[in-house]
């Protein structure tokens, strides 16, 4: 089985940085696409960036794009959310996902089959 667990949320300022990590322990396979979904307080989760298996992808949400970004380790199971120029508009409960290999990134969230428990990001002055 499969475990994801986040970490690297908290709260920071308009303007601010955080870097958000993903490390996959137990049964990881060996090729896995993975994905950073948000969902703020009463709306629907929704894709920030998803990457494929060997990092040769990436996608991201519109609202991120040019100020996000994915990237991973395959040696150390860990998937990485960099976040730039943070926007009180980011602020959401941050979750990593992996789901099968393929050799796009995968951007339904419901394509998913494991997920992490969730990192709270907050941007706030």
């Known amino acids: 089985q499969v475990q994801l667990v986040e970490s690297g949320g908290g709260l920071v300022q308009p303007g601010g940085s955080l870097m958000l990590s993903c490390v996959a322990t137990g049964d990881t396979p060996s090729r896995y696409n993975a994905g950073w979904f948000r969902q703020p307080l009463g709306k629907e989760r929704e894709l920030v960036a998803a990457?494929?298996?060997?990092?040769?992808?990436?996608r991201y949400a519109d609202s991120v794009k040019g100020r996000h970004t994915i990237s991973r380790d395959n040696a150390k199971n860990t998937i990485s959310l960099q976040m730039n120029k943070l926007e009180p508009e980011d602020s959401a409960v941050y979750y990593c996902a992996t789901t099968r290999a393929a050799s796009t990134p995968t951007p339904n969230p419901g394509m998913y089959h494991v997920w992490g428990q969730g990192t709270q990001v907050t941007v706030s002055s």
């Open positions: 990457i494929t298996w060997d990092g040769g992808a990436t």
